[in-house]
């Protein structure tokens, strides 16, 4: 379904959001203006940051609103606000499906899920598994990723546990234009 798909960003935070608090509606206006430009989104099709994502990029009509979502009882449902959609009964599956086809993830505040995303797309890039080449990944929320990142510099680099290029894999911004223009620079360099 995903083969052949080019310039495309995955989107990862929390279906727990309200589309009305300030991460979904940046994530919302980041997706819009990035697939006005051509760009495709992938999210895990669900609700929260996810719905908001999908429906930026499908309210822009100009590329593809990409849901992979998880076949969870009782839980996840796919969003209306996709024109392409996958169900997964498998988190590893869908996991690297999620970023196999991305260039950059964008990745809002969220919980274990979110964590668990964030970190597989660092270990994938890290370990170069991704068949692009990797993803840059940008976290938008300055006061929820800070302590994150602190102790990635304070705790993991510190000790030897990672490199000091590891840590430039991620950028953390609020700034969804600077994003932006960051993520079509990086497409317009592949």
């Known amino acids: 379904m995903l083969h052949g798909i080019n310039s495309s960003v995955t989107f ?24 006005k430009k051509g760009i495709n989104i992938i999210t895990g099709g669900g609700d929260g940051i996810m719905k908001a994502s999908n429906k930026g990029a499908y309210e822009a009509k100009t590329a593809l609103s990409i849901g992979l979502n998880i076949n969870i009882p009782n839980e996840q449902t796919i969003n209306p606000y996709t024109n392409k959609s996958m169900t997964f009964n498998y988190f590893f599956s869908r996991k690297f499906m999620l970023v196999k086809y991305s260039q950059a993830c964008v990745v809002f505040p969220g919980g274990f899920g979110t964590l668990d995303e964030l970190f597989e797309v660092l270990t994938l890039t890290q370990t170069k598994k991704l068949n692009n080449g990797g993803c840059k990944v940008f976290l938008v929320g300055q006061d929820y990723w800070e302590y994150l990142l602190k102790f990635m510099e304070k705790s993991l680099y510190k000790e030897g546990m990672i490199n000091k290029e590891d840590l430039d894999l991620i950028t953390l911004s609020d700034d969804i234009d600077f994003i932006q223009k960051e993520i079509e620079h990086l497409l317009d360099n592949k």
């Open 12 to 35: 990862f935070g929390s279906a727990r959001t309200h589309q009305n608090d300030k991460y979904a509606l940046l994530a919302q206006e980041l997706a819009f203006n990035l697939s």
